[in-house]
């Protein structure tokens, strides 16, 4: 099925079941420990053995030499795989770096070696009697010292842009902001670690894995190790966590399948918790430098977003500067982002990449651009929409309720109390501050398929490859296919997560639950369609209540299959109505904080949310995608940070010990409000993106607020107390 058109009246505008708030179907398993998740396939490989990685202990490097034989001969061991006995081995499309390292060494803890063994401490103990030589080569890890040599990236769409005559309008604007802001390298740190189980069939490879993107991962397996696409299988029906993290395919898959192949054994692979975040990918940091040109009226008449950021050799950037092409209205602009070659570990995608760490760094603008105009926050932004986008006005956007999402914030927050001034408001040794910031993310369409089966009982089963990540797929899938068949939801089976199913859309970059579910619509559609055909009906028949009714006639949905299972498959693809319309997913964040006077420690007091971002197809699972989100900005905002060690190059703070996230008492009442709003140009279902919104902002928003209780402006993520204490008002 095509979407080309702007979507009409369809079936799941009946509502029924699509739109409910409605509990996880999955979430049983999950409770009860009975969800499989990728490590623990015990009943798929009951006798597999352990693999354990080696990474290595430098940045960058040439191996000199690998000695084995201790590890070989140690108890247990069932064999050693490196690049020396791996065989030739390419780059997947999607890795910037090499997954198994040799000679070469592209960063700290790339994997070296694999040690297969009997048992998980066997593997561990042979894993450190190893012996590996290097030879150091110098390297770059500080982003600020290269920032001189950084280049504009040949790879992203548009690295830089400019309407109008930026510099003249600047330069005669009677108000200015010019300032820079960074935030640092962050971790995805997710519950479950990278997992695989590898097992060979002949020349057949399986994977039990966790991956968000099958297709991907199978894709970039096969190119990896030469082989062609069909011999590969993936299978993750449940993932703890990903953000992004596991998009793309890693080293313990990879080496889960060596390992397999050398022992000829299953193989289960875990990438152990120290190695995570320098072996894997992170959320890159970023230096950014904006400006902004206003009246005294506060009209925005020139705004320019640079950013720069570092990856290894052919990475790409942090698009940091995406929303402000968009966000704002403003006759000349500019945006450029520059790319430094750096020899960290490999930056990507972590939630919401580009507007999460850019809108970090524009919305405190805004905020500071607000205090120079001595107008109100809320207002300045107001009165700066736009209904087109910035860059080329006849381009309008499909929805745009952005207006509406500030102003319902400011009065379900409370904001008219807020004191303009800072540190004039306290309560005994805090001080009380409010905070708000812009929420904003692109909704993006990805062509999606699914299968879906109609048996003699009336259950009706739909298999795809999408994934859930904690996101709540399982359900929304339930719900669309209940929706269109018109039964109830204890009569449909959802099957995720396995590459022997059409190809999804996966779960990433705010994409995975409209495009998903318009994939499960296009094949009802069509299952909707034999079965009518089946059955002698009418093709406009009702789907309700378990029948199928046409002119005057009733018969029940399971007899539609009373000669045979029917078993249909299809898939949604888009034209062109994203590039007619700008479609895009808007919110406002209002925050309070209090900071010891004594101490600059932050407390949360209380976070607001209000999203406008299509149909809502689950207002329970999409309130905790983004509360969800919310603690991860606060996260970004208060303590996040990878520290790097740039004698050596890597992050010292590799583990969740040191690498702080926020915990339940970091977290205050969250409170989420969804506008009720639909746009038929994104997809059938007139659903967007809402995962990643609650991350874009927030940060901002807390940071604002912190500046509103103490007047100290801090433009270096996080918002630590070291960087307020020295600056706090004087106590009494």
């Known amino acids: 099925m095509k979407f080309t058109t702007p979507a009409t009246t369809n079936p799941i505008d009946q509502l029924k079941v699509v739109g409910k708030p409605t509990d996880r179907v999955d979430g049983p398993n999950k409770t009860t420990g009975t969800a499989r998740y990728a490590y623990e396939r015990h009943d798929v490989a009951p006798n597999a053995a352990y693999g354990y990685i080696v990474g290595a202990s430098v940045a960058k490097a040439i191996i000199k030499s690998i000695d084995i034989s201790a590890a070989r001969g140690a108890p247990g061991v069932l064999g050693v795989v490196t690049y020396e006995n791996a065989g030739k081995l390419e780059k997947g499309s999607k890795n910037t770096a090499r997954l198994l390292a040799g000679p070469e060494v592209q960063h700290y803890h790339q994997a070296v070696a694999l040690v297969v063994a009997e048992t998980f401490e066997q593997a561990r103990a042979a894993a450190a009697l190893v012996k590996v030589e290097y030879s150091p080569i110098s390297g770059s890890y500080d982003l600020a010292k290269e920032m001189a040599a950084a280049k504009t990236p040949k790879k992203d769409e548009k690295p830089a842009t400019k309407v109008g005559d930026f510099d003249g309008a600047f330069a005669s604007a009677p108000v200015k902001l010019d300032a820079t802001y960074t935030t640092p390298d962050e971790s995805h740190a997710m519950m479950?670690?990278?997992?695989?189980?590898?097992?060979?069939?002949?020349?057949?490879?399986?994977?039990?894995?966790?991956?968000?993107?099958i297709d991907w991962g199978v894709s970039d397996m096969a190119q990896t190790l030469g082989i062609k696409k069909e011999k590969v299988r993936f299978v993750s029906p449940y993932i703890g966590g990903g953000f992004g993290g596991k998009l793309f395919l890693r080293a313990e898959a990879v080496l889960a399948a060596l390992g397999a192949k050398q022992t000829g054994r299953a193989v289960k692979v875990a990438l152990q918790r120290p190695l995570m975040i320098n072996n894997t990918t992170h959320r890159p940091a970023t230096i950014q430098r904006i400006r902004i040109g206003a009246t005294r009226e506060g009209r925005i008449t020139a705004?320019?977003?640079?950013?720069?950021?570092?990856?290894?050799?052919?990475?790409?950037?942090?698009?940091?500067?995406?929303?402000?092409?968009?966000?704002?209205?403003?006759?000349?602009?500019?945006?450029?982002?520059?790319?430094?070659?750096?020899?960290?570990?490999?930056?990507?995608a972590m939630r919401a990449p580009g507007e999460a760490p850019g809108m970090m760094a524009l919305e405190i603008a805004m905020d500071e651009l607000a205090e120079k105009l001595k107008m109100d926050p809320v207002t300045l932004r107001i009165i700066n929409d736009t209904t087109v986008d910035p860059e080329k006005r006849t381009r309008k956007f499909s929805q745009r309720r952005y207006v509406e999402c500030l102003r319902t914030g400011a009065e379900r927050f409370g904001w008219s109390k807020r004191n303009a001034e800072p540190a004039k408001v306290r309560e005994g040794r805090w001080l009380v501050g409010y905070g708000v910031a812009s929420a904003f993310r692109n909704n993006i369409v990805m062509k999606s398929g699914a299968r879906v089966r109609?048996?003699?009982k009336g259950m009706v089963t739909v298999e795809t490859d999408m994934t859930d990540i904690g996101t709540g797929t399982y359900t929304i899938i339930a719900q669309t296919a209940a929706e269109m068949m018109g039964v109830t939801l204890d009569k449909v089976v959802v099957k995720l997560g396995d590459s022997d199913y059409p190809v999804s859309a996966g779960s990433g970059g705010q994409w995975g639950g409209n495009s998903s579910t318009a994939g499960v619509y296009a094949a009802c559609m069509k299952l909707r369609e034999a079965v009518t055909k089946k059955l002698g009906l009418a093709a406009d028949a009702e789907f309700a209540d378990g029948t199928v009714k046409a002119g005057g006639k009733s018969v029940a949905l399971h007899e539609a299959a009373n000669g045979g299972e029917l078993v249909v498959e299809d898939k949604m693809e888009y034209g062109d109505l994203d590039k007619k319309f700008q479609q895009s997913t808007f919110g406002a964040h209002f925050v309070e904080v209090a900071v010891d006077a004594y101490t600059g420690e932050v407390r949360l007091r209380r976070m607001l949310a209000?999203?406008?971002?299509?149909?809502?197809?689950?207002?329970?699972?999409a309130r905790s995608q983004v509360i969800g989100a919310m603690t991860m900005g606060a996260g970004a905002a208060l303590m996040e940070e990878l520290v790097v060690d740039e004698r050596v190059g890597f992050f010292v703070n590799h583990d969740l010990a040191s690498y702080e996230v926020p915990v339940h008492a970091d977290i205050p009442h969250q409170d989420v409000v969804f506008l009720d709003e639909t746009d038929p140009m994104s997809s059938p279902m007139k659903a967007k993106g809402v995962g990643e919104l609650g991350i874009c902002g927030v940060a901002a928003a807390i940071a604002n607020a912190i500046y509103n209780a103490t007047g100290v402006r801090v433009r270096e993520y996080p918002v630590t107390l070291d960087k307020l204490i020295e600056k706090m008002p004087q106590v009494a």
């Open 192 to 213: 479950e670690p990278h997992a695989s189980i590898a097992q060979w069939n002949g020349d057949k490879l399986t994977v039990w894995t966790a991956n968000q993107m």
């Open 303 to 348: 705004i320019a977003h640079e950013s720069w950021s570092g990856d290894l050799p052919g990475g790409q950037p942090e698009t940091a500067v995406n929303q402000t092409r968009l966000l704002y209205a403003g006759p000349n602009r500019l945006t450029h982002m520059r790319l430094a070659e750096l020899d960290l570990p490999e930056g990507n």
């Open 454 to 456: 109609l048996d003699s």
């Open 610 to 621: 209000v999203c406008a971002a299509g149909r809502i197809l689950n207002p329970k699972a």
